[in-house]
């Protein structure tokens, strides 16, 4: 198969592929083909970010993804505490427990073909890893997105189409504070015993970087 062209499968026995299935299924018909390149695409720019964010999302997506979620997960990651908790869940979300599953129902899946732009840079991302984790990444890459997309519809198209797309966790936390408008800092940990370490570890905003992401949103919208 040729680089940028591919092909993968969602499980009706996997949670995870079919809340995928479900908000691709929101999405008309005749623009779920660039709706798929534009969440893949947005899904590898966080995982140029931060190789772990994909892989992590798409363990926490349930169906709708929250600001508060993606803001704690990035302070989990950099080692910074959110600066003061959003307002959207009122309440604790639900854990999800472990079920067991009905073994009569026979599996059924669903093909999706994607087809990437060759000069793409997920695409030569994709292409980089181990021939035996490429799907895996590719479907971590597609819920990444599909879950951005039910945060804001405008989070993929952005991370897709912005001229210099953030390049640090911090300049993320600042994207995703100018387009929810939820607060978004971090700071550190107060217990913290050796709270020189953690700064000298975790990289800070660049200040620029920031104010041009936020010059390029201006353009787009």
């Not at 009706?12 to 695409?41: I, K």
């Not at 519809?153 to 995703?176: D, E």
């Not at 570890?201 to 353009?219: F, L, Q, S, W």
């Amino acid at each position: 198969m040729p680089a940028g062209k591919y092909s993968f499968y969602l499980h009706t026995d996997d949670r995870t592929d079919m809340l995928v299935s479900a908000t691709l299924e929101t999405v008309s018909q005749p623009l779920r083909g660039d709706f798929l390149r534009t969440a893949t695409t947005a899904g590898g720019v966080l995982y140029r970010i931060d190789t772990r964010l994909p892989a992590l999302i798409t363990e926490l997506f349930d169906g709708k993804l929250y600001a508060v979620q993606l803001t704690c997960l990035i302070g989990a990651l950099n080692g910074l505490l959110p600066a003061s908790p959003a307002a959207e869940v009122r309440e604790a979300l639900p854990a999800w427990r472990w079920a067991e599953a009905d073994s009569e129902e026979p599996d059924e899946r669903r093909r999706i073909t994607l087809q990437l732009p060759e000069k793409n840079a997920t695409v030569r991302m994709i292409e980089s890893a181990p021939s035996r984790l490429r799907g895996q990444l590719l479907r971590q890459l597609i819920t990444t997105g599909c879950a951005l997309h039910t945060l804001d519809v405008r989070l993929p198209q952005l991370l897709t189409n912005l001229p210099a797309p953030p390049g640090t966790l911090n300049a993320l936390i600042s994207l995703l504070t100018d387009v929810t408008g939820e607060a978004g800092g971090t700071q550190a940990p107060a217990a913290d015993k050796h709270p020189e370490a953690v700064r000298a570890d975790v990289p800070v905003a660049d200040a620029g970087e920031e104010a041009r992401i936020r010059n390029n949103m201006k353009k787009l919208f």
